[in-house]
């Protein structure tokens, strides 16, 4: 980019990690000014708003369903968070660069 700084910057405008891979599984990024996000960049922001909603709908279920859970239960619910864990820290590591 050109008149870009040293962290990847180019004025306001800056690679943003998308809460979704791309079309060989890598990582997926769109140059974004959050001044001005356009349609990926808010498309982008509901995803990352409803995982994180569901991550904590999930720890809710995890909280009252932890003592009283089957073994198959407890499977079935380490997936899920799992699932939930992975997607937040993909939008936690996005928020950083």
Known sequence: ???????????????????W???HGGPA???ADP???????????????????MAAVLLGHA???ADEATPV???HL?????QALTDTLRIASGVRR
Do not use: C, F, K
């Open 1 to 19: 980019m050109n008149g870009g700084g040293s962290d990847g910057t180019d004025g306001a405008r800056q690679l943003r990690l998308l809460p």
């Open 21 to 23: 891979y791309g079309l």
């Open 29 to 31: 990024y769109v140059i």
């Open 35 to 53: 001044e001005r996000p356009g349609p990926v960049s808010r498309y982008a922001d509901v995803v990352e708003a409803t995982h994180l909603e």
């Open 63 to 65: 909280r009252e369903l």
């Open 73 to 75: 239960e407890l499977r």
């Open 78 to 82: 380490v997936a899920e968070l799992t």
